[in-house]
């Protein structure tokens, strides 16, 4: 089965903080998406790569930036937390062909 | 770019009862439509998906329809079970890039 294994389950930061937050996925994967999730809101993108060192900004990408040095690896970075940004953050990979995407278990971030 | 508008937001049914919810998108490019489901805790899971060419899709409980004149596409679950009480999210997207638009969610309840 395909993983996708993002860091932590819960985090608290404080306002002004980096925030990073890591997702892998162990298939080989080349697409990897970062969204969050918020009640009434549905899933919405924030960013995704197609291939190492290559993003691309999804629908909501302010506040945001990702890093991809690693086809495995695809890593969330809020440059300075605000409260807004309290949310279930979820990564997903998928590969051209497959059945659509296989989610991590999510972060859920607050900021205080 | 693609929208996805997703109905009811809550529904609530009796063990053994259909459940139906329904989804309108956009874009008329876009060729795959995937369903999750999201228990307490855990990422989205995949539970069905369609593709445009295919009028309806079937998985023993569940079954999805597609509309493309109509761009509305639509889950069916029948004989319903306490055990499908989860969130219910689709997406609509493009199978050759992979990135999934979401709807706003369902948030189903069966009760015993």
């Known amino acids: 089965d395909v993983k996708v294994t993002q860091s932590s389950r819960y985090l608290v930061k404080r306002t002004g903080e980096k925030v990073f937050l890591e997702c892998v996925q162990d298939?080989?994967?080349?697409?990897m998406f970062w969204y969050r999730q918020d009640p009434g809101l549905g899933l919405r993108l924030i960013y995704f790569s197609y291939d190492v060192k290559m993003k691309e900004k999804g629908d909501i990408p302010e506040g945001y930036s990702v890093s991809r040095e690693k086809k495995e690896r695809f890593s969330l970075i809020l440059e300075s937390a605000s409260t807004n940004q309290t949310s279930m953050y979820l990564c997903?990979?998928?590969?051209?062909?497959?059945?659509?995407?296989?989610f991590g278990s999510g972060t859920r971030l607050t900021v205080v | 770019g693609e929208n996805v508008e997703q109905h009811p937001s809550t529904l609530s049914v009796q063990e053994g009862d259909s459940a139906v919810i329904k989804c309108t998108y956009s874009?008329?490019?876009?060729?795959?439509f995937p369903w999750y489901k999201q228990e307490l805790g855990k990422g989205p899971q995949l539970i069905i998906d369609i593709r445009s060419n295919v009028g309806e899709k079937k998985d023993q409980r569940i079954a999805v329809t597609l509309n493309k004149t109509a761009k509305h596409f639509s889950l069916h679950i029948t004989e319903t079970q306490p055990e499908d009480s989860a969130v219910y999210f689709c997406?609509?997207?493009?199978?050759?890039?992979?990135?999934?638009?979401f709807g706003t969610g369902t948030r189903l309840l069966v009760s015993p």
């Open positions: 298939m080989d994967h080349e697409n």
């Open positions: 997406a609509a997207g493009d199978t050759g890039f992979q990135k999934l638009v």
């Open positions: 997903a990979s998928s590969t051209t062909g497959s059945r659509g995407y296989t």
């Open positions: 874009d008329s490019a876009s060729n795959y």
